[in-house]
């Protein structure tokens, strides 16, 4: 398919799909001044507390993004096969296990038993279970694994399109990317009911002063242009948005949309991973690899390269673009369940258990690769968080 085709296929798609995919309700709200919870259709909603002081911890750290989408595919390095596996821009997380199950019928092409995976992060470890479910033997080898990996610092939500290729790629990338997606949540509901709740669905609500098409206040953005993947080919997947009329929720804003969204606990998730991956008789060996010639120190004649944003250093693939990213997280409040994003106020909030996870939308995040960070851009947007809790409990 040509990229025009796909492209007005897609447009065409989410136009209907947008319209479709909504469904309108319009129930009463139960809230009044002595309501202990806000409410929103008929489900009540407890009190984010949003505050600066609440703050328990900021991460900063760039997304490994590439125009092209990622790069999955074998190639020789001297006497080694390595099976590269990295640029998952802001889609790591959600597109891991169909992305690991492609690198392994990679390595699996080579007619290796015993493999090697470089990178202990989303990607190296589902690559690696993916590789041990298929009957090999894996060693991990890496400079830093959980919680010390770029992984952990992610906002932690099923995002299999954010920032993983531009439009002018989609056409080429679009097919290998639905099935990365599909395998992906697949397993994802697997992970469902697991002790330590890795995985959930939690309600977001996406609010806005501008109704659904309506141009951004902010103008231009700076970032390219990106598919719109999920709501072109995932349609029959997903669980549906609903549209709120104004008075069947408590948010400030005339424009509210919910849908489920997948949440990841990262904390018990990775912890998860890794003790399926040892459980399986896999291995983990501090490592680190100074340039594509280090592949060779490695024992496994068939590697597979899981090295994110290291990619850049290691194999000099200035294909790879740091797209910035600082969150920051709120003492955990069990009782929220649901979660919000606030495009006009630049902020968003995710219920982990491990904590209420803010995430600030910066301008200039793209090709930025600052890692240091700016404690009052987290400040900012718990601000900006605080706010809104505060108007929705004045319409309450
Ligand atoms: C702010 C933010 C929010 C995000 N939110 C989401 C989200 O909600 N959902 C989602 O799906 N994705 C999200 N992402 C994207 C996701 O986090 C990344 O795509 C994912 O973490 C990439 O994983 P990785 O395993 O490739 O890289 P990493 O986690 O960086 O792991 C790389 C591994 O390789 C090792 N390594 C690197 N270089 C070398 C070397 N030279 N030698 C030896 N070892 C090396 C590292 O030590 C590490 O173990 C977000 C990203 C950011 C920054």
């Not at 796909?6 to 136009?15: D, H, V």
């Not at 056409?171 to 599909?182: L, N």
């Not at 991973?273 to 496994?300: K, M, P, V, W």
Request: proline content about 7%.
């Amino acid at each position: 398919m040509q990229r025009r085709q796909f492209l007005r296929g897609s447009a065409a798609l989410l136009s209907t799909a947008g319209a479709s995919r909504a469904l309108a309700v319009d129930t009463p709200a139960v809230v009044g001044p002595a309501a202990a919870s806000l409410q929103s259709d008929d489900l009540p909603l407890a009190p984010i507390r949003a505050s600066a002081d609440r703050i328990i911890e900021m991460n900063v750290c760039t997304r490994p993004f590439r125009a092209q989408g990622p790069r999955i595919e074998l190639e020789r390095i001297g006497r080694r096969q390595v099976v590269h596996n990295y640029g998952h821009g802001g889609s790591g997380w959600s597109l891991s296990w169909g992305s690991g199950l492609l690198a392994t019928q990679m390595a699996q092409s080579t007619g290796a038993q015993r493999i090697a995976i470089v990178g202990c992060g989303a990607i190296g470890l589902t690559t690696a279970l993916v590789a041990q479910q298929a009957g090999l033997s894996v060693t991990i080898y890496a400079s830093e694994r959980p919680p010390y990996v770029r992984s952990q610092f992610a906002t932690g939500s099923w995002t299999p399109d954010s920032r993983i290729c531009t439009a002018e790629f989609a056409a080429p990338f679009a097919e290998r990317w639905e099935a990365m997606a599909r395998y992906s949540f697949r397993r994802y509901q697997a992970l469902l009911g697991v002790a330590g709740d890795p995985v959930e669905w939690r309600d977001m609500y996406s609010l806005s002063e501008r109704a659904p098409g309506t141009p951004s206040p902010h103008g231009e953005s700076t970032e390219p242009e990106y598919p719109d993947f999920e709501d072109a080919l995932l349609a029959d997947l997903t669980p549906r948005a609903v549209d709120l009329s104004a008075h069947a929720h408590p948010f400030p804003t005339p424009y509210v949309r919910r849908r489920p969204a997948l949440v990841f606990n990262i904390a018990s998730y990775s912890r998860l991973l890794l003790e399926e991956f040892e459980r399986a008789g896999g291995r983990i060996e501090t490592l680190t690899l100074r340039e594509r010639s280090d592949f060779a120190a490695i024992d496994e004649r068939t590697i597979v390269n899981c090295t994110g944003y290291g990619a850049r250093a290691l194999l000099n693939d200035d294909t790879i673009i740091p797209v910035r990213g600082q969150t920051c997280k709120l003492i955990p409040q069990p009782e929220v369940h649901y979660g919000l994003n606030y495009g006009d106020r630049r902020v968003s909030v995710y219920p982990r258990r491990d904590g209420l996870l803010v995430q600030a939308q910066a301008e200039g995040d793209f090709n930025n690769d600052k890692e240091n960070l700016d404690p009052q851009e987290s400040i900012t947007a718990v601000e900006r968080l605080a706010q809104i809790v505060h108007e929705m409990k004045l319409k309450g």
